[in-house]
Nanobody
Framework: VQLVESGGGLVQAGGSLRLSCAFA????????MSWIRQAPGKGREFVAS???????YYLDSVKGRFTVSRDYDNNIMFLQMNSLNPEDTALYYC???????????????????WGKGTQVTVSS
């Protein structure tokens, strides 16, 4: 499994970005997926996850602003980020974990596979 993130960039506070995570490998529909981020000088922080059957879970500070989704036809996961603020500045990674239960929702940064990340910078 290989994961490649894209869509990061520089945006002003209050703006929006949509991140993409391309999944290369077999059986995308057998994996629970997640987004985590790492700000400069800080540890990795769980942001959002999506189960095999489309259930979602979010970090409290991004609820109502971020939306995670997945496209099974094209093996892509998305993170729509609205109302961005400078505290959202970080390197964003996507992760994948093989899951037999269709409703398993990761809630930590403990995943099997990770991409290399895409940088999101929010200016004030």
């Amino acid at each position: 499994v290989q994961l490649v993130e894209s869509g990061g960039g520089l945006v002003q506070a209050g703006g929006s970005l949509r991140l993409s995570c391309a999944f290369a490998g077999e059986k995308f529909d057998m994996y629970a997926m997640s987004w985590i981020r790492q700000a400069p000088g800080k540890g990795r922080e769980f942001v959002a996850s999506i189960s095999r059957n489309g259930g979602t879970y979010y970090l409290d500070s991004v609820k109502g602003r971020f939306t995670v989704s997945r496209d099974y036809d094209n093996n892509i996961m998305f993170l729509q980020m609205n109302s961005l603020n400078p505290e959202d500045t970080a390197l964003y990674y996507c992760g994948a974990r093989f899951s037999l239960p269709i409703d398993y929702l990761p809630r930590t940064a403990d995943m099997e596979y990770w991409g290399k990340g895409t940088q999101v910078t929010v200016s004030s």
